[in-house]
């Protein structure tokens, strides 16, 4: 039987599926006839270097194609990387506006000098039409914003020339922006193509931009802006803030609060992009929080309105439409296990809005915890792995989520509900649940895999996947950090380590989001649990010789450095409980190894801590360390901010850079022991204070299919 023919010119996109009669993920084609089985016959253009002439026909399966304009598979076909034509089809509110895109708008574009700003002044057609099936190419040619306080002189030469691709913001102007000086100056033009100027763009957007407004129009416009009452504004919202000649930039509220010298409430805010005259968070000679140079903007709050490209407009009188969630690159888990992101990709792959794993109906919990403990942790690297003859379909789910977080950084809700679905509990699908009962259901049940613990409390031992702090509060500090915790526990407990683990999780004396024991908690970035191991050689506390005894009466000694544990040889025992104060304790013997001799040097067991889990109103993120360097840190929360409301809509997950705690936490231990939590950056902060579960891992001791148990 014939294919039948399609009246209508249809282009696409090739979405998933593998390369099959000439098309691949990433190619655009313009179908020209379909199937009675409902596959596209049609041909394949070809675009990035040359004129987009049909290279080759193909046959591909309707499901496995994205619908485009002709316009949307223009500028796309420009894009010369089929990964990146993708990765821009996964960003809808970036490539509609770039789809509109009208004359004089001012757009960010990435250039080989950084990310720099300038005017759309056309659009540009690429290549010469030879046949009828030949499609051409479009690309903007964009006039830089120099860093001064005016745009540069024309010049004779051509400007240069941008494909879709290369703008990563669209910042509709109402005026020439004269009011902001963007970073980064001017850069020379690119490699010409054949090209043909459509000296205006009529036909670009929807409707007119208000590009021409009066002044007067303009100033009104302000007034009102700044006079109407602001709405409820926190830290984390995304926020856009108009400056005087109109120009729009767009920001994440990082403080609020009263400046010193100034009566009202202002808002720190960290941009996009780097903008000349700001500030890395300071405001005058006050930090108020970190980030990058030239991007914390300091104004009144009643000049922060909502972010625009993530709020629906309504009216009273229409009910709430379904919002669409934005287009998901597809994945298909066809190259084998993806290792943990290194740490020279991990910013440019995880970094921003969308990132990471999209949160849905209480998934904080379960999102946080495989965020912390897949993206990077080298110990837990291919754990998912098993027999192919015994894997379950359970497992194959989890490995095509972490694979794709290591290679897409980003997941979307629905692969994250599937995997609660066939967790098997209604409560996994529902109800929002503490870390360590999943992780305990995820080692155990899907990944079966033997404790991560092995716990000796006299002469028992036992299995464990997470550790509980249980301690008097007197034993520690009032400021106490997860070394001083994790003594004091194991010996107020009587437990010990019968071996060094490969994964320690830590969970602190906190329950939920409704009792923490203390307000703040010091991360140890790196644990010595030499001194808790069973029947392992230790070394006195004192003297450093062969350590035979241990007392929990003098673990809160405010003479013997309070919260740290205490052994000694037997000289040392004797000597520091003839104090009048320490005569009534009662040190206890130790298992000492019969061959070790009493001057032996004892080796260090360290584990390096990799990730925080923090709870803050029922509402779990995480804080992930993605490299060896020391300000290699991650914040991430899976539902960061959202489109649309609770019934329609969806949420929109965010990854931030945070080297402000690699900058706190390298501090020596007296100075964080004299820190004041409460004048941290605000991302420093909240580790502090809302820390829930400490992740460590021993990096020469990875997990492997050897610790599966036998299914």
């Known amino acids: 039987m014939e294919p039948k023919s399609l009246v209508k010119e249809k282009f696409f996109i090739v979405i998933r599926g593998k390369s099959r009669k000439g098309f691949c993920r990433g190619c655009i084609g313009r179908a020209e006839a379909e199937t009675p089985q409902g596959e596209l016959v049609g041909l394949l253009y070809s675009g990035g270097s040359s004129a987009g002439s049909p290279k080759s026909g193909g046959v591909v399966r309707r499901e496995d194609t994205y619908p485009l304009t002709r316009h949307q598979a223009q500028l796309l076909l420009f894009v010369s990387s089929s990964a990146k034509r993708l990765e821009l089809l996964c960003n809808p509110q970036l490539f509609s506006a770039i789809c509109e895109l009208s004359q004089d708008d001012l757009v960010v574009v990435r250039h080989k000098k950084g990310h720099m700003p300038g005017l759309v002044k056309n659009l540009m057609q690429i290549g010469r039409k030879e046949g009828k099936e030949d499609l051409h190419m479009l690309g903007f040619e964009v006039e830089f914003v120099d860093n001064g306080h005016s745009l540069p002189t024309k010049k004779p030469a051509p400007l240069p020339l941008f494909s879709a691709a290369d703008i990563v913001q669209v910042v509709p102007s109402y005026s020439v922006p004269l009011g902001l000086q963007w970073k980064d100056g001017q850069c020379g033009g690119l490699n010409r193509r054949a090209v043909t100027r459509i000296n205006s763009l009529p036909n670009m957007g929807k409707t007119a931009r208000q590009a021409k407004e009066s002044p007067i129009e303009r100033s009104v416009f302000q007034s009102q802006h700044s006079s109407t009452p602001p709405v409820l504004l926190e830290v984390g919202s995304m926020v856009e803030v108009v400056s005087n000649t109109g120009v729009k930039v767009y920001g994440v509220v990082q403080w609020l609060g009263v400046p010193a010298g100034k009566h009202v409430e202002w808002a720190g805010i960290e941009l996009d992009f780097e903008v000349n005259g700001c500030s890395d968070g300071k405001y005058e000679s006050q930090r108020y929080f970190t980030c990058r140079g030239n991007r914390a903007l300091f104004v009144p709050i009643t000049k922060c309105s909502p972010d625009s490209r993530f709020v629906q407009p309504s009216s009273g009188t229409e009910t709430p439409k379904p919002i669409e969630a934005p287009p998901v690159l597809p994945f298909e888990d066809s190259e084998g296990d993806a290792p943990p992101i290194p740490e020279s990709e991990a910013l440019s792959l995880l970094v921003g809005k969308m990132k990471g794993i999209q949160g849905h109906i209480n998934s904080c919990y379960l999102d946080a915890s495989l965020f912390s403990l897949f993206s990077s942790a080298v110990t837990l690297d291919n754990i998912c792995q098993k027999p192919a003859d015994t894997e379950q379909p359970i497992t194959c789910t989890l490995r095509k989520i972490v694979n794709r977080l290591r290679r897409q950084g980003f997941v979307p809700a629905e692969s994250v509900m599937n995997f609660r679905t066939q967790l098997g509990c209604d409560t996994f699908q529902t109800d929002e649940k503490d870390p360590e009962e999943f992780i305990t259901v995820l080692f155990q049940k899907v990944l079966h895999m033997e404790p ?81 191991l069973y029947n392992s050689p230790r070394e006195c506390f004192i003297c450093g010789h062969l350590a035979e005894y241990e007392c929990l009466q003098c673990l809160p000694d405010r003479k013997l450095q309070p919260g740290r544990i205490k052994q000694y040889c037997p000289t040392c025992n004797t000597q520091v ?121 021993n990096p020469a001791k990875p997990l492997s299919k050897s610790n599966h148990q036998e299914s």
């Not at 009493?598 to 360290?606: E, F, I, L, Y």
């Not at 801590?609 to 109103?617: D, H, K, P, S, Y």
């Open 577 to 697: 409980h003839t104090h009048p104060s320490r005569q009534l304790h009662s040190p206890k013997a130790l298992a000492v190894p019969a061959d070790v001799a009493a001057d032996t040097s004892v080796p260090r067991h360290m584990m390096q801590l990799f990730a925080v889990l923090c709870i803050q109103t029922s509402h779990y993120v995480s804080f992930v360390k993605y490299g060896p360097d020391p300000h290699s840190w991650l914040f991430f929360d899976c539902m960061a901010d959202r489109r649309g409301d609770d019934n329609h809509g969806y949420n929109i997950p965010e990854i931030k850079a945070c080297p402000e705690l690699g900058d706190f936490l390298s501090q020596p231990e007296e100075e964080l022991a004299r820190a004041n939590p409460t004048q941290a950056p605000e991302l420093v902060r909240r580790l502090l204070c809302d820390s829930y579960m400490f992740l460590y891992q």
């Open 452 to 532: 991560l613990l092995k716990l000796r409390s006299s002469e028992t031992s036992q299995g464990a996947y997470t550790f509980q702090i249980f301690l008097e509060k007197e034993q520690v500090g009032q400021l106490p950090t997860v070394q001083q915790l994790l003594e004091a526990s194991c010996l107020s407990g009587d437990l010990k380590f019968e071996e060094v683990p490969s994964c320690l999780m830590v969970q602190m004396p906190r329950f939920g989001n409704k009792y923490k024991m203390f307000s703040h908690i010091i991360p140890t970035t790196e644990l010595d649990i030499t001194d808790l």
